[in-house]
């Protein structure tokens, strides 16, 4: 819906190519990798799929939606850089997560960290942009508009 509008200025890319597909892209991406996991043979365990794929594209897709998104400049200077934040936040979770994962001697101990670590990442980008997108719109002004205009008073009458 973001990346769509129902018009350009209504888009978060403005309607560029690049940031729309990109976006589009992303918002797919899950829903691909489920439906190609209904192809996975139980009985094989390599995936279908590589991980780095599952990890690299969707990140990059989330570069580039994010600096589109930036150079756009449809949304408010004030909250342009705020999908970049959310971005950041879920990366640096998913890595302390997998370095808090990494000892097997302590990975029984902080299973319950990572799980909250997860969730702070999809939280930032799913509810925390939702937030955000609240907040831009309800802090725009609207252009005034007269409700009552009285006629000129003038003295040359």
Not at 122 to 135: M, N, Q, R
């Amino acid at each position: 819906m973001f990346a769509i509008g129902s018009s350009s200025h209504d888009s978060v890319t403005a309607r560029r190519p690049l940031g729309t597909i990109a976006l589009i892209l992303l918002a797919l991406w899950s829903s691909a990798m489920r439906v190609i996991g209904l192809f996975q043979d139980p009985t094989n365990p390599t995936p279908i799929v590589p991980w780095e794929v599952t990890i690299l594209i969707p990140l990059a897709l989330s570069l580039v939606a994010v600096v589109q998104i930036a150079r756009a400049g449809v949304v408010p200077r004030r909250w342009r850089w705020m999908p970049a934040i959310a971005l950041g936040v879920q990366v640096a979770s998913v890595a302390l997560c997998q370095l808090l994962m990494m000892d097997p001697a302590t990975t029984m101990q902080t299973v319950g960290l990572a799980s909250a670590l997860g969730m702070i990442g999809f939280l930032a980008g799913t509810l925390g942009l939702g937030i955000v997108a609240l907040l831009a719109v309800a802090s725009e002004r609207p252009a005034s508009v007269p409700v009552f205009s009285s006629p000129n008073d003038s003295p040359n009458d």
